[in-house]
């Protein structure tokens, strides 16, 4: 079973995001090449889950108020 991919990880950059195996930029076990695979949110912001299928079930967003008139 595959790893819970995690949404805003706190740290993206410390963690090659390559493979399930979520490895450290200085350990990368998979041997996927020279440099690190970028979370998401390194590249597309903050809200990079609500652009494209990314295949993942977001969670329920918070409730807005109504909006200002």
Known sequence: MAKKFPLHPSHPERVCWGCDKY??????????GSSRTQHPIELLGDDWL????????APDAPARGPAPA
């Open 50 to 57: 609500e652009y494209g299928d990314w295949g993942i079930e």
């Open 23 to 32: 490895c450290p930029t200085d350990a990368m076990g998979c041997g996927n």
